[in-house]
Nanobody, 114 residues
């Protein structure tokens, strides 16, 4: 019903920046919460940031002040601006949308080198 496609991942130096994008398509009417999760090797998938359709945001403590989530309802896109990146941010980042059930993108790899 809902398709999510991430883009923007890659290799970046510590202290650098990266901007992730997620395009939603399909049956997108009524999507309320969208967000970004990440999963590092050997770790559980964790919430990075969430945003409601009205712009209410929530961030993991580990990224607060460095990452910014935004949403463009007209373009059906969400973004994650990642600044001051650390090696600990290395993970596969997944786009998520919720409407009765969770929808997931396939993920985009972010690697931060020191």
């Amino acid at each position: 019903q809902v398709q999510l496609v991430e883009s923007g991942g890659g290799l970046v130096q510590a202290g650098g920046s990266l901007r992730l994008s997620c395009a939603a398509s399909g049956s997108i009417l009524g999507l309320y919460i969208m967000g970004w999760y990440r999963q590092a090797p050997g770790r559980q998938r964790e919430l990075v940031a969430r945003i409601t359709r009205l712009g209410i945001t929530n961030y993991a403590d580990s990224v607060k002040g460095r990452f910014t989530i935004s949403r463009d309802n007209t373009k059906n896109m969400i973004y994650l601006q990642m600044n001051s990146l650390k090696a600990e941010d290395t993970a596969v980042y997944y786009c998520n949308a919720f409407r009765d059930t969770d929808y997931w993108g396939q993920g985009t790899q972010v690697t931060v080198s020191s």
